[in-house]
């Protein structure tokens, strides 16, 4: 990853090499479909179906929903922009950024950027955003900003962000939630800015929005960067996976997001097909540390033992997906390809389960969501019955989804799932993992852990952090701390006529990006 | 209508414990990634914090006083949410009755008046299909041929009459098939009384005696059922809703009970229950007005 200094004094079109070689498997998928001229022009405007509600577009709002986010993500920009698929940090609104101390960061806005409506973007639309965030805790953006102790401009286009201490996540935590807003939101109202925001991202709104209804963008032919393609953009919302992909079939709509294994061979043949982001959201199981028989280490390790993940990714998912390795996924910062994996031995997890003390075997109950991820319970199912085999009989118990986070969070479990999918940055996961649930966070197995957390959020250099947060991996690894499936990938049925593939943005699940990114275009 | 206050209190109490039972808003309402100083602040700002019975006792208060409290999903007044999608659901829900209705009875009346012939065994068979069938499947299907095969009518959506037939199809499949089981029937007794032999007697032609004699006293437990088939309605609006994406009442219960957006589900729980005691109120109406004899106070 480059170093933050190196990023000083960033020309637009040092900006435009940088995005084009460091995001090179994007890159090479968008190039393969610009050699397709006719199949760019064919297509002016896409409709793409969400599997989520669209709850508001104002990213100020108060809502929960993660596609809400991925939808803002077009109409404003971050300052920095955490794209590609090994979190590469992109000047978006800041054209170059360098910490003057490990508690200083200082931003260099970029000059003659305008917002839709011909407001020049300066410094102070940045504070307002802030201040916004800053006054409203119900957007939920504490984590990012409460280590911040002054946020100010130091000039019409410069930044400064004083923090209390070392906070390595501040940047891509910034990236994920801290999208631009023009300072003309306080006089237009939130009212008739939730119809109609403005920002300074490639897509403006067309038409007035209202709830329950798609939302309709044109291209922002002023965009600092250049204008994008298409040219209009639609994000419809469509609850039912069989019926966005019966829209795609009839060609109304052009992307499916969220396409189930069971309706692949309907979508990859005639004018549709589809196209994989590979590994982007982890699915691992939570043991309480703090109950019988999970305190125990070799119990863990039993259960790991006891799982065979490459028939399950192989099987289950159809090859959608990885066997999981450590506690991160391939491009995150700390995943490493160097750990010993739990390759599947019954015959191992048995003589553990015995020296643990169990020699006939445990019985554990597991909470599972069904219909929530990728063949969730049938994963679940699969692995009950490769458990049995080493003489672990696991008792499923489908919960839902809500009731799996409050037990998550007050220990009522022994073992339970949680999803994450890539973010700029570690340490919420972890966070999520190792301090949120009572029953891991209270046990004296993840004492190190945390500690490795805590000075990995003080390490400002990433390639030095990501030492720590490998460090972190391999021993939450090898303590067995997890119980350890599968990483999954997404699916999107598309209209062959796009030639789109997802172009990964992190943020809160913002992790694709509609349109070709301008720097791609030639 | 004052006999319904203690049963909307007790309903809304239920569902009110019930929701509180399990998960928490701020979970869900919040990313992932807040602090758990940002969760204590949301269920600050939305009085998740104070104690159920005082929660409640607000809830109740603040109902009487006319304000039903905001979305935590959307922001906006509950009622204005629920408000939002009454059209959607209103306008499917008169659709399927009114399809079942004139597909279901006069199927019914056919099958009654030619028992045993081939025509009553096909309204049989496709009654019996019709009751059985799963409305997922159903839609699936009917998305499937209509829609992505023969390309005549769109696959979701709300906006034009083409978009409302399948949908109005799928949800009044089950309703239809009911009707015409339970028209037959009820004609077949009503066919046997002495007052439809005496209609035949003084001469009046079949079409006379079936639609002046026979069908209007046939239809009195059909009537009944129309008022029972409005909570088939409501459950099976979630799955239609779901298939054609149509933006009624049913998928909003859902979403709102999953992501405990309790405002929202007590709204609707209000409204669902004073759409039934009308509903209820309507049909004892209806009773009265096409059989004298129920007439309350008249003597039987």
């Known amino acids: ?522 | 209508v004052l006999q319904s206050v203690p049963a909307l209190v007790g309903v809304t109490l239920v569902v009110f414990l019930l929701l509180h039972a399990s998960g928490d808003p701020a979970d869900l309402m919040l990313p992932p990634e807040a602090t758990e100083a940002d969760r204590q602040a949301f269920r600050r700002a939305h009085g998740l914090d104070r104690p159920l019975h005082v929660q409640y006792g607000l809830f109740v208060w603040h109902t009487v006083r006319g304000d039903l409290g905001r979305s935590f999903t959307y922001g906006d007044p509950a009622l204005e949410v629920l408000l939002r999608r009454l059209p959607a659901t209103v306008e499917l829900a008169l659709a399927s009755t009114a399809l079942a209705l004139l597909v279901g009875v006069p199927c019914g009346v056919i099958a009654a008046f030619r028992r045993n012939s081939i025509a009553d065994y096909l309204i049989m068979l496709g009654a019996s299909l019709g009751q059985s069938v799963a409305g997922f499947w159903l839609g699936l299907v009917l998305i499937m041929l209509l829609s992505v095969q023969l390309g005549v009518l769109p696959a979701s959506g709300r906006g034009t009459l083409a978009q409302l037939v399948l949908p109005a199809l799928t949800l009044g499949t089950w309703l239809m098939a009911l009707l015409a089981r339970l028209t037959r029937s009820s004609m077949l007794e009503v066919l046997r009384s002495d007052y439809i032999t005496t209609a035949y007697a003084k001469g009046l032609a079949t079409r006379a005696v079936v639609l002046r004699h026979a069908l209007k006293n046939a239809l009195i437990p059909i009537v009944t059922v129309l008022g029972v088939s409005l909570s088939y309605q409501m459950g099976g609006a979630v799955v239609v809703e779901t298939v054609f994406n149509w933006p009624g009442l049913g998928t909003l219960t859902f979403d709102s009970v999953l992501r405990r957006d309790y405002p929202v589900v007590l709204v609707i729980v209000l409204f669902v229950g004073l759409v039934f005691v009308a509903v209820n109120l309507l049909i004892d109406i209806l009773y009265s007005l096409m059989d004298p004899r129920i007439r309350v106070g008249s003597p039987a």
């Open chain 1, 1 to 522: 990853m480059t170093r933050p200094e190196q990023r000083e004094r960033l020309s637009r079109r040092t900006f435009l090499r940088g995005a084009i070689a460091s995001s090179a498997a994007p890159a090479l998928m968008a190039s393969r479909a610009a050699a397709q001229p006719a199949s760019r022009t064919a297509l002016d405007e896409w409709v793409v179906a969400v599997s989520e509600d669209i709850t508001t577009i104002d990213p100020l709002v108060e809502a929960g929903g993660a596609i809400r986010w991925m939808v803002s993500y077009h109409i404003c920009e971050p300052l920095v922009g955490y794209e590609g698929p090994s979190f590469e940090a992109v000047p978006r609104l800041a054209e170059s950024w360098k910490y003057s101390s490990d508690t200083t960061l200082e931003l260099k806005l970029r000059r003659n950027v305008k917002f839709h409506n011909g407001d020049p973007f300066t410094a102070e639309d940045v504070l307002y955003t802030y201040e916004a965030h800053r006054s409203d805790p119900k957007l939920g953006s504490g984590y990012v900003f409460d280590p911040v102790e002054k946020f100010e401009a130091v000039d019409s286009h410069t930044i400064r962000i004083v923090t209390r201490t070392p906070v390595a996540s501040l940047l891509p935590n910034m990236a994920a939630v801290f999208l631009v807003v023009p300072k003309v939101r306080r006089t237009m109202g939130p009212e008739a800015f939730r119809r109609h925001p403005i920002g300074t991202g490639m897509y403006r709104v067309a038409k007035d929005w209202a709830r329950d209804q798609p939302v309709e963008l044109q291209a922002n032919d002023a965009y600092w960067g250049g204008p994008p393609s298409p040219k209009r953009l639609q994000f419809r919302f469509i609850r039912e996976a069989s019926t966005r992909v019966a829209e795609l079939q009839r060609g109304t709509i052009h992307v499916a997001e969220n396409v189930p294994l069971a309706q692949l061979p309907l979508v990859k043949r005639g004018n549709t097909d589809v196209v994989v982001m590979k590994g982007s959201r982890i699915i691992v199981h939570e043991f309480n540390l703090m109950r019988e028989p999970f305190s125990n280490l070799k119990v863990r390790q039993a259960v790991n033992f006891a799982i065979d993940r490459d028939v399950v990714v192989k099987n289950v998912l159809q090859g959608y997906g990885l066997p999981h390795v450590g506690v991160f996924a391939p491009g995150w910062l700390g995943y490493s390809t160097d750990l010993q994996p739990y390759t599947f031995n019954p015959q191992r997890a048995k003589q553990l389960l015995a020296e643990a003390g169990h020699p006939n075997g445990i019985e554990f109950e597991w909470q599972i969501t069904e219909g929530v991820f990728q063949k969730d319970r049938e994963i679940a199912e699969a692995v009950a019955a490769q458990l049995k085999q080493a003489g672990i009989t696991a008792r499923l118990r489908v919960t839902e989804r809500a009731t799996v986070f409050s037990n998550h969070a007050s220990g009522n479990f022994s073992v339970v799932p949680v999803q994450w999918p890539g973010t700029p940055d570690p340490d919420r996961y972890l966070q999520w993992l190792f301090v949120r649930p009572k029953g891991v966070s209270d046990s004296k197995e993840t004492e190190p852990i945390r500690q490795l957390m805590e000075e990995g959020r003080r390490i400002i250099d990433p390639e030095k952090r990501a030492q720590k947060y490998r460090e972190l991996s391999r021993l939450a690894y090898e303590r067995a701390l997890l119980l350890f499936t599968h990483v999954q990938d997404e699916l999107y049925g598309i209209d062959r006529r796009t030639g789109w593939s997802p172009y990964p943005v992190r943020g809160i699940a913002v992790h694709h990006w509609y349109a070709l990114h301008p720097a791609l275009k030639r």
